[in-house]
């Protein structure tokens, strides 16, 4: 049965971008749509890794293991404690950088693949 919380949080990671969908809008405006095309292909690419472990039963054995859920579980909030504190410390001031020049389709590619990962 599906709850109101449910659909409301659905709604709102439905409703969301990700970093996947920004990055690819802003090549795409940025470069043209060509380069938008090859930026969504990497994004598309990323989610590959994800699938993987699905396939492979890695959410099985994370289910049926205790300890290895717990591990890393742990082990992301180490590393997002670790980002955390990088931030706070970063003192660098925002800047906008000018847009770069045309890159080539390997690049786009690529950051579209670490986007998503």
Do not use: N
């Amino acid at each position: 049965m599906f709850t109101a919380e449910f659909l409301l949080t659905s709604l709102v990671v439905v409703l969301i971008p990700g970093t996947g969908v920004i990055y690819t809008v802003s090549i795409g405006l940025a470069q043209g749509r060509r380069a938008g095309v090859f930026a969504a292909f990497g994004c598309t690419l990323g989610i590959v890794p994800h699938l993987l472990a699905t396939v492979l039963g890695l959410a099985a054995i994370l289910h049926t293991s205790a300890l290895a859920f717990q591990t890393l579980k742990i082990a992301g909030v180490v590393y997002l404690l670790y980002l955390a504190l990088a931030t706070w410390r970063d003192r660098s001031g925002f800047a906008v950088q000018p847009v770069e020049s045309r890159q080539a389709v390997l690049g786009l590619v690529t950051r579209g693949v670490l986007r998503t990962s």
